[in-house]
C-alpha cells in the first residue's frame, strides 16, 4: 500500500490544481477549433500547445531550476539552498520560496549554481523564454519576418 501511495503522490494527478485544469480545457479548445474547425491555425495550434506544456503538472516546463529543486522539496536541497540564501539554519518551504523572491542577483547566482550541482536544470518553455523573449531578440526576428 505505501508504494502505491508513493506512485499516486509523485504522479502529475496528483499535482494538478484547478487553475491546471481550465487552462488545459481552454488549451484544448484553442486546438480543436484550429484544428477540427480550421479557425485560424497558425495562431491557435502554437498557442494551444504551448499552453498544454507549461501547465503538465510537476514537468516544470516553465520553471528555472531553483524553482524546479523547491518544487521537488528534497531536504538536503532545501538545506544547501537555505545556506545559499543566507539562512543560519534550515526553514521552511514558504520561507524559502519568499526569500527566493527577495534576494538579489548574486544570491540568485549562489542559489542557482547549489541547484545545478544537485543536478536541478531550467525548465524548457523557461529556457525558450530566458533567450527569446526576456532578451528581446524574439519581437525583433518576428518583425523582421513580418517586414521581409
Known sequence: ?????????????????????????????????????????????????????A??????????????????????VLADLSQALQFAAPVSLAELKIAWASVDSAAHQLAGQVVADAGYANGMLYNFYSVAIASGAAPLII???VGA
Not at 23 to 50: D, K, S, T, W
Not at 63 to 72: G, I, K, Q
Request: aromatic letters at 8%.
Open 1 to 53: 500500500m505505501e508504494q502505491l501511495t508513493s506512485l499516486w503522490l509523485q504522479s502529475g494527478l496528483a499535482q494538478v490544481s484547478g487553475g491546471q485544469v481550465l487552462m488545459m480545457a481552454i488549451c484544448l479548445l484553442l486546438l480543436y477549433l484550429a484544428i477540427r474547425q480550421n479557425f485560424e491555425p497558425l495562431l491557435l495550434v502554437p498557442i494551444g500547445f504551448g499552453g498544454l506544456l
Open 55 to 76: 501547465n503538465i503538472p510537476g514537468a516544470g516546463l516553465a520553471f528555472s531550476a531553483v524553482e524546479n529543486a523547491l518544487l521537488a522539496g528534497d531536504p538536503l
Open 143 to 145: 518583425f523582421m519576418g
